[in-house]
């Protein structure tokens, strides 16, 4: 892949730009996406973790997002290898993760986490806490296998994501991300097929935005005015890749305004192909109608420079590599802010800087084997 001396520096115009989320300035616009890789036993990130983040810092990703972690709520997880964001050991791993992503060049947020009704009972770490999600429904839909949330279950959950937002900023993070995709807890509460109370956090689709917009108000209560809170959301589930929050842009503006008011500073807008238009109509992605709705930072996210969907890597497929030339289309005319990366940069921590100084003839395509090793 032979790149001119104009490509080379058009690249690096757009991609090398600073961007102010709140209060962080970022030094450039890719972001690496959070990817969970359970490498840490007793959910204690440890120092290959530590250099696994920092590898990639010093390699040029501008903004870390982490792999998800864990919020203090015994029903968050359901694997003792996948990081916790409560804990004195557990947060002592996570001030030196930090710490070395910062002495890169880098900057880092946690991406904080609950499973709700993914998990099941008598999975870790903690066997005896049951699935809650907001109707107790399991993602295949099946009644009854899990506990509705109570009004103290939200409580408890609100509370715990307040927790940890507050000791990522006592800890040295540079702001937080809020899983709110993919068919998670969060994003339970905002579809239909998940959500069916009676109460105020169900209903309408703006009223199934409660608990997460009760959830960004607590964390912003606790954190710096500047300290940056990020959301990440989608329309499709793990279990549904077909599933829609919003079918007109009219529906998005009307989910997104009560996230916004609440306190969200960018949003994070998971696709599984960012090239591909979100409505008919336009050619603006998830991440692009979300800046114009709401006039906040997006970041986009899907299958970055590789050709094929990220989730074939879970089946143990490869993915070809795929030019980025379309998505420096976009962001030359600002549709979204910032990228993030996946299967790309665990193929290759180098990618940033290979892509950044041109030298795209040493990349190389997605293998699997990539998820089987940290580093």
């Not at 970022?26 to 290959?48: C, H, K, L, Q, Y």
């Not at 793990?238 to 599933?243: G, L, T, V």
């Not at 842009?249 to 969200?264: D, K, R, T, W, Y």
């Not at 143990?316 to 795929?322: D, M, T, V, Y």
Request: hydrophobic share 45%; charged share 20%.
């Amino acid at each position: 892949m032979t790149v001119t001396t104009s490509e080379l520096a058009r690249t690096a115009e757009i991609l090398s730009r600073p961007v102010a989320l709140n209060g962080l300035t970022v030094p450039n616009r890719i972001a690496m996406a959070p990817m969970t890789r359970m490498f840490s036993p007793n959910g204690v990130p440890g120092e290959d973790v530590r250099s696994y983040y920092a590898r990639r810092a010093a390699a040029g990703v501008g903004l870390i997002v982490t792999e998800g972690t864990y919020v203090g709520h015994e029903s968050a997880g359901n694997s003792d290898r996948v990081p916790r964001f409560h804990g004195e050991e557990q947060l002592a791993g996570w001030a030196q993760v930090a710490a070395d992503v910062h002495a890169a060049g880098g900057t880092i947020v946690p991406q904080l986490w609950h499973i709700g009704m993914v998990r099941n009972q008598g999975e870790p770490p903690f066997a005896d806490a049951p699935a809650v999600g907001p109707s107790g429904i399991g993602v295949d839909g099946t009644e009854g296998v899990g506990k509705a949330m109570t009004q103290a279950d939200l409580d408890d959950v609100i509370g715990a994501f307040a927790e940890a937002a507050a000791a990522a900023e006592r800890i040295g993070f540079d702001g937080v991300e809020l899983h709110g995709a993919h068919g998670y807890l969060l994003d339970q509460f905002f579809w239909a097929g998940s959500n069916r109370r009676e109460d105020a956090y169900g209903g309408d689709p703006v009223a199934r935005t409660r608990f997460a917009a009760e959830i960004v108000a607590a964390v912003r209560a606790v954190v710096s005015p500047e300290f940056p809170v990020i959301l990440r959301y989608s329309q499709w589930k793990q279990q549904d890749y077909r599933a829609r929050l919003a079918d007109t842009p009219q529906e998005l503006e009307a989910i997104l305004a009560p996230l916004v008011a609440a306190g969200v500073d960018a949003f994070h807008a998971s696709t599984r192909r960012y090239w591909l238009p979100e409505f008919d109509g336009s050619d603006l992605n998830l991440a692009g109608w979300t800046k114009k709705l709401t006039g906040l930072p997006t970041i986009t996210v899907g299958s970055v420079g590789l050709d094929g969907d990220f989730l074939r890597a879970f089946t143990g497929e490869g993915a070809e590599l795929g030019s980025i030339d379309n998505l420096l289309d976009r962001m030359e005319r600002d549709e979204f802010d910032m990228v993030a990366v996946g299967r790309a940069l665990l193929q290759d921590p180098e990618w940033a800087a290979k892509v950044l100084a041109g030298r795209t003839d040493e990349l190389k395509p997605y293998d699997a084997t990539a998820l089987k090793t940290l580093s």
